[in-house]
């Protein structure tokens, strides 16, 4: 079975420039989460979808940040503009369930850097 | 709080026992504790959870406090490959702490 894909895995952008990640999750998982993880911390969650729907978006800058995951299948996080403090990785993960129990599998992430 | 609160660092000898602690002195009586862990350069990785019983697995037991305030996460046999960031979650709302770095010394 085919892990949760991400791309890029690197990314180097200057600042105010647009960039945006793409995740694959593991075939028949209905969530999916968009996290964030900066250099020496642990990831921090930025969104989590139930199927095509946003159910906890509450900690996504909405300014800058914005996510979709069309047919609740592969979703894309969208950063426009960027700025130097979003330099980190992009994690995501999927979990077949909806009840929030289930065993998350992740990503080997996108390491974004802004110049 | 939602987080929970682990020691920064532990050191063991390869082939000995570990024993990783956390706390989660607030948690609710439906929150399930999950354990991951981190290896470098690649994304965290299920290790395993319970709620109020002790758990085993392949990987590792998991041994809850009477309470609930407190739980263990143990590595009967530490192996050079254990060296991870280990990560005590409270599963709702999922939010990872720093977590602990484990250093194994062959």
């Known amino acids: 079975e085919a892990g949760v894909v991400q791309s890029p895995r690197y990314k180097i952008i200057e600042k105010k420039q647009p960039v945006a990640f793409w995740c694959n999750p593991i075939?028949?998982?209905?969530?999916l989460y968009w996290y964030l993880q900066n250099l020496g911390q642990g990831p921090e969650l930025l969104i989590r979808y139930e199927n095509e729907e946003a159910v906890d978006d509450s900690q996504l800058p909405k300014d800058r940040f914005s996510a979709e995951r069309l047919k609740g299948v592969d979703s894309t996080l969208k950063i426009q503009p960027a700025e130097l403090g979003d330099s980190a990785v992009y994690l995501c993960a999927s979990s077949r369930g909806l009840a929030g129990n289930d065993e998350q599998f992740f990503g080997p992430g996108t390491r974004l850097t802004v110049l | 709080d939602a987080k929970t609160t682990q020691p920064n660092s532990m050191e063991s000898n390869e082939e000995e026992p570990v024993h990783l602690p956390c706390n989660h002195s607030?948690?609710?009586?439906?929150?399930?504790i999950h354990w991951y862990r981190q290896l470098p350069s690649q994304g965290p990785e299920y290790v395993i959870h319970g709620l109020t019983s002790n758990v085993n697995n392949r990987m590792a037991s998991l041994a809850i406090a009477e309470d609930r305030k407190s739980s263990t996460l143990i590595l009967h046999r530490a192996t050079l490959r254990d060296a991870a960031v280990y990560y005590c979650i409270r599963r709702r709302p999922m939010r990872f702490g720093a977590g602990t770095r484990l250093t194994v010394k062959p």
């Open positions: 607030t948690i609710s009586g439906t929150d399930y």
């Open positions: 075939s028949g998982h209905n969530t």
